[in-house]
């Protein structure tokens, strides 16, 4: 499975961006998603992920309420909503698959995208 991830930007404190994972690849529909973020000086860390149907979501206490985790498996598409947007959110985000799941921990997904950049001013 290949992972693209896009839709980062700049954006000021309070607003909203969408992230798009394309992934390649006939079975992703099997692989449990996930979003990770990584800020400058920190560890990579989980913020949202998604079972294969859809059905079951899981986020980071620090994103829960604010953000939302979709999929469209006819378009082989994850979704991060990020909505309320604060500058503790700078950071380059990571959509990732795992075979297993559901997962939070980095070392568990066995795919990863390139990652993509999200300011927020103040």
């Known amino acids: 499975v290949q992972l693209q991830a896009s839709g980062g930007g700049l954006v000021q404190a309070g607003g909203s961006l969408r992230l798009s994972c394309a992934a390649s690849?006939?079975?992703?529909?099997?692989?449990?998603m996930g979003w990770f973020r990584q800020a400058p000086g920190k560890e990579r860390e989980f913020v949202a992920g998604?079972?294969?149907?859809?059905?079951?979501?899981y986020y980071a206490d620090s994103v829960k309420g604010r953000f939302i985790i979709s999929r469209d498996n006819a378009k082989n598409t994850v979704y991060l909503q990020m909505n309320s947007l604060q500058p503790d959110d700078t950071a380059v985000y990571y959509c990732?698959?795992?075979?297993?799941?559901?997962?939070?921990?980095?070392?568990?997904?066995?795919?990863w995208g390139q990652g993509t950049e999200v300011t927020v001013s103040s």
């Open positions: 990732a698959a795992a075979v297993g799941g559901p997962v939070t921990t980095a070392r568990s997904y066995d795919y």
């Open positions: 690849g006939r079975t992703f529909s099997s692989y449990f």
């Open positions: 998604i079972t294969w149907t859809g059905y079951s979501t």
